[in-house]
């Protein structure tokens, strides 16, 4: 059902992995996805500089209705709406990088693309297998082989740059669980135990790029 869109992917895919090898095929198929997201993260960027603005209302607020949460919660969205933002903007970028996530998803756990052979299964990062899963590199190597270590590795990444991305999340109170927040960034490492090796580089990518946009943002 989605091969008009796996088939264009598998085959620009390949015949990049061809001139550049397949672990910066995959670098730069995501840095790709990035620029084209760009419009959407520099709009997330300003609804965050605007909710950086009005904390201090916020906490005004919050004082002013401590007793009152849903008295509360109508205050401050129809301050956020007055500013033209509200408590989540910023959030479409994060959604609209699923569908590119879920094509290289699946491109590497389909053994066909369009009734034809995948030819992206047959490439390979570091001497694994792109379309290689950490249970079956355990499988085959065993702990301490060169497969497994390099998904630790890529474990290792995973988490410190979700690390760092929790070090840059603002406390919002204003938002219902806004603590769990702060360790979603961690759910990218456990994604990736079950992800094809590809998959989970063009994790890596991603939210290194979105980590280094917030940086940015709060230099």
């Known amino acids: 059902m989605f091969d008009f869109v796996l088939s264009p992917a598998h085959d620009l895919l390949n015949a990049l992995s061809g ?8 670098i730069l198929f995501t840095v790709a996805v990035r620029l084209l997201l760009l419009p959407l993260g520099l709009r997330q960027a300003r609804a965050q500089r605007a909710r950086a603005r009005l904390a201090p209302e916020v906490t005004k607020l919050r004082k002013r209705f401590s007793r009152d949460p849903k008295r509360f919660q109508r205050e401050l969205n129809a301050l956020y709406a007055g500013a033209g933002t509200s408590a ?33 299964l047959a490439q390979s990062a570091l001497g694994v297998p792109l379309g290689e899963h950490f ?15 390099i ?4 474990f290792a990444l995973l988490a410190l740059v979700a690390w760092q991305s929790t070090r840059l999340v603002p406390d919002m109170p204003e938002v ?10 961690y759910g990218s490492v456990i994604a990736a135990g079950f992800l094809p090796l590809a998959a989970g580089i063009y994790l890596l990518i ?13 230099a």
Not at 19 to 26: F, R, V
Not at 151 to 154: C, G, I, P, Q, T
Not at 176 to 185: E, Q
């Open 19 to 26: 001139h550049t090898g397949g672990l910066l095929a995959i």
């Open 176 to 185: 219902p669980m806004s603590g769990v927040l702060k360790l979603l960034p």
């Open 206 to 218: 991603s939210t290194a790029w979105t980590t280094a946009e917030r940086s940015l943002r709060t």
């Open 151 to 154: 998904f630790v590795a890529l």
């Open 88 to 120: 989540f903007a910023g959030i479409g970028s994060a959604l609209a990088q699923s569908p590119f996530f879920l094509v290289m998803y699946r491109l590497f756990v389909s053994a066909t693309i369009a009734g034809h052979s995948n030819l992206l």
């Open 135 to 149: 249970s079956a590199a355990l499988a085959h190597s065993g702990v301490f082989g060169a497969p497994a270590l």
